[in-house]
């Protein structure tokens, strides 16, 4: 009993540790009473019996809430790493833009104003990844508020390809829709809007100039599915399990110097779920993927 509270107080987290105990105190002082009754010998049988159940069960908690309090800190530890490596490149460019504009007075208008579009671009990117962290760690903490409503998935994927179609058009990669007759269906607009936009940016980022995105909606056994294809580079076999956990940047990387967190299709995984749907991925290496989610009609 001790040593698990030690290892509670190992794990730096008082607050759970507290929590914990508050919630077995009553167990604590039935444990207490039984202590004192052997002490006294006036235990019986049904006493011992008592005790080690409460005991086991006491256990059994300490062991599972420590092994969520590893798997936490282990998170926790990637997220400062992570946010540590990825802010600091952006960070670093808006420092030294900024100075030189603040200390050389002779720069010509142009070179100010690519100095300024550079650090409007860093600063979007840190506000970006700052943002993928903050969802991931709402979400990772259960608190993922879906606002569901009777809406036309059709409507949302042409507004986002029309945003993705402004990104796409600066790499010469054309995308397309092909959309099948859909019924209403309950979903939120801007998580399911935050998925199109993963899939669609990633089709984007990992293809090559000259390729075709084709975005695809339809009636698959009672779901809407939607399927965004690519024509990049494919994902390998050893990889399509990583794929949708946190952090994870794998072979193909960004064709146009986009950034790259790893944190994306982990963040669309769990909004997918929460929908009660599915995620998933088909691909051919060198021939390209088609990432896709379904969702209940009803
Ligand atoms: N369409 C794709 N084709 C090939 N590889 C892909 C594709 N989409 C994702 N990947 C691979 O999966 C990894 C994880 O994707 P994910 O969307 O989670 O992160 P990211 O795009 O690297 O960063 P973020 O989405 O956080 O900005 C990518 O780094 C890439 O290696
Ligand atoms: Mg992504």
Redesign the pocket.
Known sequence: MLELMECQTLNNNFEISSLMLQGDKDRVRHINDLIQIVLEQKATISDYKISEQLLKDLITKYVKAETELKKLNELKNKFLGMAAHDLRNPLGAILNYSQFLKEDEDLDAETQSEFIENIYSASSNML??LN?LLDISQIESGKINLKVKLDNLNQLICHRVKLGQVISQNKEIEITTQLGELPEVPFDSDRLGQVLD??I???I???SSGTVIQIRSSIHKGKVKVE?C?Q????PEE?IGK??GEF???????TGG???????????KKIVEAHNGEIGVE?ILGQ??T?FFKIPIK
Not at 258 to 268: D, M, N, Q
């Open positions: 970006a990844i993928d993963n899939f940016s990633n089709a980022k990992f293809s965004v690519d990049g580079p494919g994902i990889e794929l949708f994870q940047k794998l072979s193909a990387r960004p986009e950034k790259s967190t790893g944190l994306g299709l982990a963040i669309v691909s390209g993927s990432f």
